[in-house]
């Protein structure tokens, strides 16, 4: 069974800076893409970043946090992470990792599993 589970969570002023964390199992970890999605309070599902399979060489992320957030991954702890600094209020969100069905994001690809989130706040 696949199962992501997401850490890292919580209160943070802005400015400030945050690491989550998502932990995998059930699946050959190294060999698929993954992603960071986020959902703001009673908006809609943004893509926040991505990176390939194996070394995550190819990374990719959403204009509003680029030079502010990097995704990175650990194959032999099989975990996920996402580097946030310089958070601003805007963004604030239930942050959802997610796992590709492909050693690739985006093209024919789909994103197959998801996480149940962690909070992030960012407030004064």
């Known amino acids: 069974e696949v199962q992501l589970v997401e850490s890292g969570g919580g209160l943070v002023q802005p400015g400030g800076s945050l690491r989550l964390s998502c932990t995998a199992s059930?699946?050959?970890?190294?060999?698929?893409?993954m992603s960071w999605v986020r959902q703001a309070p009673e908006k809609g599902l943004e893509w926040v970043s991505s990176?390939?399979?194996?070394?995550?060489?190819?990374?990719a992320y959403t204009d509003s946090v680029k030079g502010r957030f990097t995704i990175s991954r650990d194959n032999a702890k099989n975990t996920l992470f996402l580097q946030m600094n310089s958070l601003i209020p805007g963004d604030t969100a239930v942050y959802y990792c997610?796992?590709?069905?492909?050693?690739?994001?985006?093209?024919?690809?789909?994103?197959?599993?998801w996480g149940k989130g962690t909070l992030v706040t960012v407030s004064s």
């Open positions: 997610v796992k590709w069905s492909s050693a690739w994001y985006g093209g024919g690809a789909g994103m197959d599993y």
């Open positions: 059930g699946f050959t970890f190294s060999s698929y893409a």
């Open positions: 990176l390939q399979h194996s070394t995550g060489s190819s990374t």
